[in-house]
């Protein structure tokens, strides 16, 4: 083959591959643009690109819990953060000090504590129940 016909060929275009989902991003991309898998160990030392990293941990737990443990690890966190919420609630309700807005304040910071840790909880475990009924399904 000639020199000439190298010349026509394009340029071969690399692509790192999503270890999560298997979707192509580009070499330099520090998370996936599907399903916002880190990709680089970037997204780890980076202060900001760290958030991302582990809010796709907690989404990887929630949507597809693989094991019990998950599940057992996702009740632990996230029921403390419920319980820390109810206390917060009950304290700020009780409390005569700040305040008719710091009561109001702190009984609806509190309410919000223990709706996103009460979400997570039944998310994480309603997945995971789903996803043991559909595999036993399959194997029947």
Known sequence: MSTEAHQDLPEPHEEQLCTSCAAPNEPTADFCVKCGAPLSSFSMIAPF????????????????PRSLITVLGVWFIFGMMASGGLIIMIMSSQSTAGGLVATIVGVVFGVAIFAVSFVMIWKT??????????DHKTDA
């Open 49 to 64: 690109e760290r958030l991302f990293a582990e809010g796709f941990i907690y989404r990887q737990a929630a949507d597809r």
């Open 125 to 134: 475990t309603r997945n995971y129940l789903t996803r043991n009924e559909i």
